[in-house]
Structures are given as C-alpha cells and as structure tokens.
C-alpha cells in the first residue's frame, strides 16, 4: 500500500473538495471547512486483492473510496471468510477508529485496483485541535452514520432470530 499527500497530487486538492463535498459525513460542511478538512487527509492507492486492514488489527484510519471495489470480509465462527458488503465510491470504512481505541471489526480487501483518500486519527486531532466547532459537527455526524449503521444491523438481525417465548 502507497500512502501520498494529498497535496503530492496537484490537481488532485480542487477534485478532492468536490469529492468530498458529495459524501455524507462531509455534506453539510462550508467549503472552507472541507478546504480544512482535506489538509489533515491523504492518498492511498491499492493494486488488486491487496489488504487495506485485517480484522482485529489496531486501527487508526477513516478511508473514503474514490475509486475502485473493496470488500469487507469478516472471519465467521466456522473459520470461513464471508464478504458481508462490498464498496464502491463515495463509500467509507473505519469511522469508528478515529474516536475509539478498538480493533478493527473486519477486513478489507480491495477487489479491483483503488484509490482511495484516508483520515488518520492523528490527522482528526490536530483538525479539532484547530477548529473544535469543525469537529464536533463531523463527530455528530460519524454518530449518525454508526447509528443508522446499528439500526440496519439490528433489522437484519431480525430477520435471522427466532421469536422469544
């Protein structure tokens, strides 16, 4: 895995804030708040069937895809590796470690060559550091997204659980 500065891309930055601006965690943002954003952020770029995490391994990173298919493969009790969704651009994965110290929950893949843009936890520090008002409207908005998350996991759970009696 090529990790680069955003910055290393030139014209990269002006389609980086558009980008941006379409995903959810970053749609109610001011341009100049993404602007911000997009300084503490980098470029990741993964060749086919390479691993971007392992499930259980410390995590540290919110990624965002840009480009190409990564799936998410959690290990099931049987040992067997299972895909439980895939993602395309515009999706993210990892919004969790940037506010916990947990490992990671699966792993992930990348099922086509990929590029995709990373936060590290570090990077979300030093953006709150600067501007604390910038990041508590993205952490509610990483809470939404867990919740909604939760709430859909919940239902297909559901849907696999026999009614208590």
């Known amino acids: ?16 804030i558009g ?14 708040e993404i ?4 300084s503490h952020m980098n470029f990741i770029e993964l060749k086919k069937d390479e691993i971007l995490f392992r499930e259980g391994e410390k995590g540290n990173c919110v990624c965002f895809v840009v480009e190409g298919t990564l799936d998410v493969i959690k290990q099931a009790l049987t040992g067997e590796s299972v ?3 895939a993602l395309h651009r515009g999706r993210s994965i ?10 990671r929950s699966a792993t992930v893949k990348a099922r ?5 843009i990373i936060l590290t936890r570090e990077g979300f520090d030093l953006m709150l550091g600067e501007d604390p008002q910038l990041g508590i ?11 909604l998350n939760l709430r859909k996991t919940s239902s297909r759970l559901a849907d696999y659980m026999l009614p208590l009696t």
């Open 83 to 85: 895909v439980i969704t």
């Open 35 to 38: 602007k911000g954003i997009s």
């Open 19 to 32: 980008f941006l601006t379409n995903l959810p965690l970053f749609d109610e943002l001011k341009p100049a």
């Open 112 to 116: 086509t060559d990929s590029k995709l």
């Open 137 to 147: 409207k993205i952490l509610k908005k990483i809470s939404r997204l867990l919740s």
């Open 1 to 16: 895995m090529k990790a680069t500065t955003v910055t290393e891309h030139g014209n990269f930055k002006g389609e980086l």
């Open 94 to 103: 990892g919004e969790m470690s940037v506010i916990d110290d947990f490992p």
